[in-house]
T-cell receptor
Framework: EDQVTQSPEALRLQEGESSSLNCSYT??????LFWYRQDPGKGPEFLFT???AGEEKEKERLKATLTKKESFLHITAPKPEDSATYLC????????????FGAGTILRVKS | GAVVSQHPSWVICKSGTSVKIECRSL??????MFWYRQFPKQSLMLMAT?????????EQGVEKDKFLINHASLTLSTLTVTSAHPEDSSFYIC????????????FGNGTRLTVT
């Protein structure tokens, strides 16, 4: 069974304090790993897709990386507006069509 | 960019009544849409895959007679919660892809259902 585990469950940072969120996964035949941001009461907002080990994607203060077992979302010099829940999801299997989500990391950035 | 619109954003209903939630793809056609459910402080759980012109595929443990899904066009899928009970209170979110089968899902803003 495909599994996705995110850590830590919650993270508090001071503005400007860089850190990383982890997403470890066990799947059969990874087709894609996805990072989303979710604000309270809203649907998830797409951030990145990673398809193969070694791949990296960057957007503003965020950088996502992928290995064969895990993915990291690095946040550089975060700002209060980066506060949100960050979700990791995987799509697996030759004909797999659905995403399996991790429980998420709640990020709070204080000014 | 791709936009998925969901309506209503919140609804309160009495126990025993039915509630319909609409999910529309505004600037693209979606042959497949996905319905997720999210409990407070928990992650998204896939309920069912909605297929245009055919029956939905339900995940294990999801009652298909309780959660009726209709995907009548390439831009509209509906989820009807029938005979709602307080335990059905949750956040329901729909999603769709604009491209290939391993392209990202784009999500609506969700519907908060409260059953009293």
């Amino acid at each position: 069974e495909d599994q996705v585990t995110q850590s830590p469950e919650a993270l508090r940072l001071q503005e400007g304090e860089s850190s990383s969120l982890n997403c470890s996964y066990t799947v059969s035949g990874l087709r894609g790993l996805f990072w989303y941001r979710q604000d309270p009461g809203k649907g998830p907002e797409f951030l990145f897709t990673l398809y193969s080990a070694g791949e990296e994607k960057e957007k503003e203060r965020l950088k996502a990386t992928l290995t064969k077992k895990e993915s990291f979302l690095h946040i550089t010099a975060p700002k209060p507006e980066d506060s949100a829940t960050y979700l990791c999801a995987v799509q697996a299997g030759q004909y797999g069509n659905k995403l399996v989500f991790g429980a998420g990391t709640i990020l709070r950035v204080k000014s | 960019g791709a936009v998925v619109s969901q309506h209503p954003s919140w609804v309160i209903c009495k126990s025993g009544t039915s509630v319909k939630i609409e999910c529309r793809s505004l600037d693209f056609q979606a042959t497949t849409m996905f319905w997720y459910r999210q409990f407070p402080k928990q992650s998204l759980m896939l309920m069912a895959t909605s297929n245009e012109g055919s029956k939905a595929t339900y995940e294990q443990g999801v009652e298909k007679d309780k959660f009726l899904i209709n995907h009548a066009s390439l831009t509209l899928s509906t989820l009807t919660v029938t005979s709602a009970h307080p335990e059905d209170s949750s956040f329901y979110i729909c999603s769709a892809r604009t491209g290939k089968s391993n392209s990202p899902l784009h999500f609506g803003n969700g519907t908060r259902l409260t059953v009293t």
